[in-house]
């Protein structure tokens, strides 16, 4: 998820869904120094778990307000990454979500999204110049990745 992208132009970035942080690690590791990235999850216990492990970057709650969650309000982001399960959302809220994402995100800007289907292509399509699908069948369970340029 983390390999295609051009992380020379990566200043700050956001991930969507972090979970148990293990897509976190490797944003981080890519990263070049000085770079921020604000993490996003939803699920109280994982948020506090995430605050503890990453204490260097920011943990927010929600997806649908990126915007005004970081810090630097006029300013936008060089990638956004996303766990999401779009697929278990409404799709008023996968709407509402990827709306945010594309305004989040600068001219050029890129959003990088695993899912287990490809559900969200036509919601992506509405929204970025670019979507490129990529199948990788070594995660498991097998997934894909959407990699969409603003």
């Given at each position: 998820?983390?390999?295609?992208?051009?992380?020379d132009?990566?200043?700050?970035?956001?991930?969507?869904?972090?979970?148990?942080?293990?897509?976190?690690?490797?944003?981080?590791?890519?990263?070049?120094?000085?770079?921020?990235?604000?993490?996003?999850?939803?699920?109280?216990?994982?948020?506090?778990?995430?605050?503890?492990?990453?204490?260097?970057?920011?943990?927010?709650?929600?997806?649908?307000?990126?915007?005004?969650?970081?810090?630097?309000?006029?300013?936008?982001?060089?990638?956004i990454?996303?766990?999401?399960?779009?697929?278990?959302?409404?799709?008023?809220?996968?709407?509402?979500?990827?709306?945010?994402?594309?305004?989040?995100?600068?001219?050029?800007?890129?959003?990088?999204a695993?899912?287990?289907?490809?559900?969200?292509?036509?919601?992506?399509?509405?929204?970025?110049?670019?979507?490129?699908?990529?199948?990788?069948?070594?995660?498991?369970?097998?997934?894909?990745?959407?990699?969409?340029?603003?």
């Amino acid at each position: 998820m983390t390999a295609p992208l051009c992380w020379d132009h990566i200043d700050i970035a956001a991930e969507l869904g972090a979970g148990t942080g293990v897509i976190t690690k490797e944003i981080i590791r890519n990263l070049k120094p000085g770079s921020e990235l604000y993490i996003f999850e939803k699920d109280e216990e994982m948020r506090k778990k995430l605050k503890l492990q990453f204490s260097r970057n920011t943990v927010c709650e929600d997806a649908r307000y990126i915007l005004t969650s970081i810090e630097k309000e006029e300013e936008t982001l060089d990638a956004i990454f996303s766990g999401l399960p779009f697929a278990n959302f409404t799709r008023d809220l996968q709407r509402e979500i990827v709306e945010e994402v594309y305004r989040s995100l600068r001219p050029g800007g890129v959003f990088v999204a695993f899912q287990y289907s490809t559900q969200m292509k036509k919601t992506f399509q509405d929204f970025f110049r670019t979507v490129e699908i990529a199948f990788v069948p070594k995660n498991f369970p097998p997934a894909f990745v959407y990699t969409c340029e603003k």
